[in-house]
């Protein structure tokens, strides 16, 4: 399995059309229910988003974010970053919720 961190980076500063909201919201919330995304926030900026994820290779994540409806609108580009995690926290949400 391979590990990557996905910054998303905001075209413009113009508010989000709420339609297209709704459906980035819910393409993501799908992908975190099927193990493709671990953790998914916005930048403190309101810049754009990150994203930790994994998936057997990079091809899946580029399918992945080339359907995503921020960036079928132009609203929002992607940079990807493959990483290799050495050393985890055994449970990410009592780390975040302390």
């Known amino acids: 399995m391979k590990y990557f961190i996905v910054e ?3 075209k413009s500063q113009n ?3 709420e339609n297209i909201m709704k ?3 819910a393409y993501s919330q799908k992908a975190m229910d099927e193990g493709l995304i671990l ?3 916005l930048k403190e900026n309101m810049s754009g988003g990150l994203f ?3 998936a057997e290779s990079i091809e899946k994540i580029d399918e992945y974010l080339s359907n995503e409806p ?3 609108s132009g609203i929002q580009d992607y940079n990807v970053i493959e990483f ?3 050393y985890f926290n055994q449970s990410p949400s009592e780390w975040f919720n302390n």
């Open 23 to 25: 459906k980035h919201m």
């Open 8 to 10: 998303g980076k905001l």
């Open 15 to 17: 508010p989000i059309d």
């Open 52 to 54: 930790v994820m994994k």
């Open 84 to 86: 290799l995690p050495h």
């Open 70 to 72: 921020l960036k079928l």
């Open 39 to 41: 953790m998914a926030g």
